[in-house]
């Protein structure tokens, strides 16, 4: 009797939110989104690449030790803007309608951060925006962003109240937004949410003036397919993403005019290194001048010189993340030394993965595993055993319901991705999804990439390309073909494995609501 007026007690208590200290429920946690810009997976050492060994990130590998790496996490459009949408409404491109770099996000659509706010979260965004214009409207109590892509050296920063230039290297200073934010910024009365959203690794790959060394003399391995001849699969040999061929000399690989001068050779954009005082631009130059000396006197060609410009193009990029991972230990240095930690879930990904001359690449775009992996790392104390490898299929539209799942908000139906909450245990639910669903679509356009769409199961894959000039299906087996040489396309033993996943790829399709491009039964012309 005593035990049955109590518990009818209990109920209006509770919703009152005053549930007796008995019942008290587990605040709810904090959440630090940290993620850079189109930083593969390859380049973190946690997932365990040759390539990672000689440039470690020993601070992002701590929330994989604290916690989980995902080993299959995956894009559904590997650019930076509709990925972006993608995180922020749980939502497919075609379905948010952000299919493309440049296009306007409406920022009253749902997105989870708003979602938050509303549940009683404090929240703020620090960085790259790059979905047009500000966060303007989404409702953080606190933003400051870079403009559209951003500098890397004394950026542009936009904030509520205006424009400013500021002083300092891009990612030191979104660390130190964020770093303040959480110390002296937020409510402390109320759980918190933070987006840390770097620029860093994007091109033009500039690091930090303590980092321009870093790896100078560092001799990285050329994976194998750094030569591909891209035989037979024709979008793979239209594009303009070549390390050896597009790669713009000055601008990208800093490459100077002659022995003895800091003068770059061709600079498509001058205005990244323009934007640097004379003392960072001598300092800059300094450390460049005797590694391009030493270039300019080889006086390289052809293959020679195209494994020069991998080595070049891996120095400046894995450069610039020495910074993010700096910027990633101070974060969880002070989430420990706060006792913030326990009750705070973290999470390290990008907007994409990217080629480290996979292919002989640079940039994203395509279905190929390089670009269409993102990394993803998370730490939750108590809920995620540290060292946890978990091989589930996961996708940018997972974020936003597992963002709402851990706060305890229920988000709109609209929401295509599923929360990666019942995963942190280590085993995957029976009715978890078996494949992922992906759609490119930014043609003509930056290094001409063909629109393609396709599906990847545990172990192949199919892409339809669609364009004007390139109508091709392209079929992986990523057990025997983990490097994607080999189309199988035409290989009779495999047109019936095709058929199938075809049929699936309808059915996708349709679970997604993507009718653009061609259907899948539309012949190729
Ligand atoms: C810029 C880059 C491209 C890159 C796009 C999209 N050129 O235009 O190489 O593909 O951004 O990147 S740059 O020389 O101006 O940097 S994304 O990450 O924003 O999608
Ligand atoms: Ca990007």
Not at 25 to 48: C, K, L
Not at 236 to 265: C, F, P, W
Not at 382 to 389: A, D, L, V
């Amino acid at each position: 009797r005593h035990h049955l007026s109590l518990a009818a007690l209990a109920v209006p208590l509770m919703l009152a939110g005053v549930a007796s200290a008995k019942e008290q429920p587990a605040p709810r946690p904090n959440i630090v989104y940290i993620m850079s810009d189109d930083h593969a997976y390859q380049a973190i050492s946690a997932y365990g690449s040759a390539l990672s060994k000689l440039a470690p990130t020993p601070n992002i590998d701590r929330i994989a030790k604290n916690g989980a790496v995902f080993t299959r996490s995956f894009v559904g459009n590997s650019l930076c803007g509709p990925s972006r949408a993608t995180m922020l409404t749980g939502r497919q491109s075609n379905a948010h309608g952000f299919t493309q770099n440049g296009q306007h996000f409406d920022n009253s659509s749902w997105v989870w951060p708003r979602a938050l706010a509303q549940a009683g979260y404090t929240t703020a965004m620090f960085g790259k925006w790059h979905i047009n214009g500000t966060p303007k409207g989404i409702g953080f109590d606190d933003w400051k962003v870079l403009d559209d892509q951003g500098e890397y050296y004394n950026p542009d920063i936009i904030t509520p109240k205006g424009r400013s230039i500021v002083a300092g290297y891009t990612t030191d200073l979104i660390t130190d937004y964020s770093l303040d934010w959480l110390k002296n910024g937020r409510d402390k009365s109320k759980p918190f949410a933070i987006l840390i959203h770097h620029k860093a690794a994007h091109r033009n790959f500039m690091p930090a003036l303590r980092h321009i060394t870093k790896y100078q003399g560092v001799t990285f391995p050329v994976p194998a397919n750094y030569f591909d001849d891209y035989k037979r699969r024709k979008a793979a040999a239209a594009q303009e993403m070549n390390i050896y061929r597009d790669m713009y000399e000055g601008h990208d690989l800093k490459m100077t005019v002659a022995k003895g001068s800091a003068r770059l050779r061709y600079n498509r954009w001058p205005g990244a290194f323009d934007r640097m005082t004379h003392d960072q631009q001598a300092q800059w130059d300094a450390a460049m001048q005797a590694d391009n000396d030493k270039m300019n006197a080889a006086n390289l060609s052809g293959r020679d010189l195209a494994l020069w410009k991998y080595q070049r193009y891996m120095q400046q990029y894995l450069g610039t993340i020495a910074a993010v991972d700096e910027g990633v230990g101070k974060v969880l240095d002070y989430l420990e030394e706060s006792g913030l930690a326990k009750n705070t879930v973290v999470i390290y990904t990008s907007d994409q993965g990217f080629y480290l001359g996979e292919h002989g690449w640079f940039d994203k775009r395509f279905m190929y595993e390089e670009s269409l992996r993102t990394p993803f790392l998370i730490q939750y104390p108590g809920h995620i055993r540290p060292g946890t490898k978990i091989a589930a299929p996961i996708q940018n539209i997972d974020y936003a319901p597992t963002f709402l799942d851990l706060a305890g908000v229920k988000g709109p139906d609209t929401i295509q991705g599923r929360s990666l909450v019942p995963l942190f245990g280590g085993r995957t639910p029976a009715n978890w999804r078996k494949d992922i669903y992906y759609h490119y679509y930014e043609f003509p356009g930056f290094h001409s990439v063909r629109a393609h769409y396709g599906m990847r199961d545990d172990r192949y894959k199919l892409i339809r390309f669609y364009s004007d000039d390139i109508n091709a299906w392209e079929f992986y087996d990523l057990k025997s073909d983990p490097h994607e040489m080999h189309n199988r396309i035409d290989d009779p033993a495999m047109q019936s494995r095709i058929a199938a996943m075809k049929k699936r790829l309808v059915a996708l399709r349709r679970q997604y609501g993507d009718s653009d491009g061609p259907a899948v039964d539309a012949p190729l012309n």
